[in-house]
């Protein structure tokens, strides 16, 4: 077993479009912290995700859009009859930087779009509907910093 950074760009954007959630974590005005699971995509080098038109978590961008964003994938358990040898294989990546609401029209369909075809692959999905696209939110990460860490063996 080897835990180890991961380096390389590409290897951090492919455990970003395989992972099927992703948790957001944002700092409310009382200064403690929020986190949520979201579906997500990773498009074009930011990271994408479908909420309500309000709520907390939008209502913790506005202020304070600095956001830290986690998704990770479990490969396998390793059960062992010894707690010490027992482990988990996974990849996992840690984004910092800085999340807004999307509000063009156009920008917002596509972001869900693009959402839909990652969670409909394989069926044949209508793209997101006018009303579907009038009354759902969503927020776009601009990505300032990017690690990741794998367990392998």
């Given at each position: 077993?080897?835990?180890?950074?991961?380096?390389?760009?590409?290897?951090?954007?492919a455990?970003?479009?395989?992972?099927v959630?992703?948790?957001?974590?944002?700092?409310?005005?009382?200064?403690s912290?929020?986190?949520v699971?979201?579906?997500h995509?990773?498009?074009?080098?930011?990271?994408?995700?479908?909420?309500?038109?309000k709520?907390?978590?939008?209502?913790?961008i506005a202020h304070?859009?600095?956001?830290?964003?986690e998704?990770?994938?479990?490969?396998?358990?390793v059960?062992?009859?010894?707690?010490?040898?027992?482990?988990v294989?996974y990849?996992?990546?840690?984004?910092?930087?800085?999340?807004?609401?999307?509000t063009?029209?156009?920008?917002?369909?596509?972001a869900?779009?693009?959402?839909?075809?990652?969670y409909?692959?394989?069926?044949?999905?209508?793209?997101?509907?006018?009303?579907c696209?009038?009354?759902?939110?969503?927020?776009?990460?601009?990505?300032?910093?990017?690690?990741?860490k794998?367990?392998?063996d």
């Open positions: 077993m080897s835990k180890q950074w991961i380096t390389d760009r590409s290897e951090m954007e455990i970003l479009n395989e992972a959630v992703g948790s957001f974590a944002t700092v409310c005005a009382d200064g912290p929020y986190v699971t979201v579906n995509v990773y498009h074009q080098g930011k990271i994408y995700f479908h909420c309500a038109l709520g907390k978590k939008l209502d913790n304070e859009p600095r956001i830290c964003f998704a990770h994938i479990i490969d396998r358990l059960i062992a009859a010894k707690a010490d040898d027992a482990s294989r990849r996992s990546v840690i984004v910092n930087g800085r999340a807004k609401l999307v063009d029209p156009k920008a917002k369909l596509d869900l779009t693009i959402l839909s075809a990652k409909t692959t394989g069926y044949d999905a209508a793209p997101p509907s006018d009303k696209t009038g009354v759902t939110g969503v927020v776009e990460i601009e990505i300032d910093e990017m690690t990741g794998k367990n392998i």
